[in-house]
């Protein structure tokens, strides 16, 4: 394990690692895996990655459990994910079975990256697909670059475990109503980047974007979806303009577990009056508790935890999902891949 790595201050941040994996598809055929110790790749100054946006990715973690086995949550749910988003901008799906092998390479090849048990830390994979060929027209690639690569971090909005601000603006979309949301494409982080620099201007840490046709209902908080208890029943957005989030997933599985109803639907704006809980949930998010929802164009404030204490179904959601990722509780659903 390295030693020089102070785990329990990590950021949300690219940490240099040994190896990163990668893969090329050309010739109408995947090639075979590489090892690579190089942080930089090289590609053509025209390749439709750089100029067209045919770039895809996404994101998971593997966590050192108690029992000091290696897990990676619900691998094969990001692997069908990476593929829908290929198949959105016309680009190469990568096989479940190259993904996979891959991952597990990568994970294991920089092991003494993967943050200890009890630290809150973890070891963040990101896949990443990029379109290779050089275009002038706008035309999808033929010729395509699959890499995993890998980085220990620790909790993305600031703080770890506690409430904070996020606001509503509508003069800002991420995504079009039918346009690229649903799958993980760069060009929609790009996107967010300028009403996310304005939010955090104003002392929020993300944007909830509404829906981009009606502005009506309520859609995903910046690199995460949405979720709030209302009346004891766990709702979240029913959107064609918001990414699939696995971690919201697991949740509503938990949340039915726990005897809640789920209720994924629609939510307006004014719903936000009457509930008891809100957060943000996704990989890098985990479950992010929302203590206050600031519409900024009505200046009408939703306090959601008034005592700026992260709720009770949050605060549990936690707990489980930490304990089957670290192997302290039951993996009943199959989410963890172990990784020997
Ligand atoms: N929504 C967006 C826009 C994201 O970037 C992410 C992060 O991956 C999520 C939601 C959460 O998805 P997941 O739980 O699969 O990480
Ligand atoms: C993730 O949660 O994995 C994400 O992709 C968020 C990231 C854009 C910071």
């Excluded at 785990?7 to 690692?17: E, H, I, Q, S, V």
């Excluded at 304005?198 to 979720?227: M, Q, R, T, W």
Aim: net charge negative; charged share 25%.
């Amino acid at each position: 394990m390295d030693t020089t790595i102070d785990w329990g201050k990590l950021p949300f941040g690219y940490y240099p690692t040994d190896y990163n994996v990668r893969c090329e598809f050309r010739n109408g055929q995947w090639g075979p895996i590489e090892v690579s110790q190089s942080d930089t790749i090289n590609i053509h100054m025209a390749a439709t990655a750089i100029h067209y946006g045919q770039e895809i990715f996404e994101g998971l973690k593997a966590f050192r459990g108690k029992d000091g086995k290696i897990r990676i949550f619900r691998l094969e749910d990001n692997a069908r994910r990476l593929q829908e988003s290929a198949k959105g901008l016309l680009m190469e799906p990568v096989p479940t079975e190259i993904f996979r092998e891959m991952c597990l390479k990568a994970v294991k090849l920089n092991e003494r990256f993967i943050p200890p048990y009890g630290s809150g830390a973890s070891l963040y994979i990101r896949p990443l697909e990029i379109g290779l060929s050089p275009r002038i027209g706008v035309k999808e690639a033929d010729e395509y670059l699959f890499i995993i690569m890998v980085t220990p971090v620790g909790p993305y909005f600031k703080g770890g475990f506690k409430c904070t601000d996020i606001c509503i603006m509508r003069n800002f979309d991420r995504v079009a109503p039918l346009g690229t949301g649903r799958w993980k494409v760069g060009g929609n982080y790009a996107a967010s980047m300028m009403p996310t620099h304005i939010a955090h201007e104003k002392g929020y840490s993300a944007v909830l974007f509404l829906d981009p046709k009606e502005k009506k209902y309520l859609d995903e908080c910046g690199p995460a979806n949405f979720y709030a208890i209302k009346d004891g029943k766990y709702i979240t957005p029913k959107s064609d303009s918001i990414l699939p989030s696995i971690t919201n997933m697991s949740l509503m599985t938990l949340a039915q577990e726990m005897g809640m109803e789920v209720e994924q639907r629609h939510i307006t704006v004014d719903e936000l009056e009457s509930i008891s809980e809100a957060a943000a949930c996704g990989t890098a998010a985990v479950c992010s508790p929302v203590g206050e929802i600031d519409d900024l164009d009505t200046g009408k404030k939703y306090i959601i935890a008034k005592d700026r204490k992260p709720g009770p179904v949050t605060t549990e959601f936690v707990r489980r999902l930490e304990a089957i990722r670290h192997g302290e509780e039951e993996d009943t659903h199959g989410w963890c891949t172990i990784v020997e």
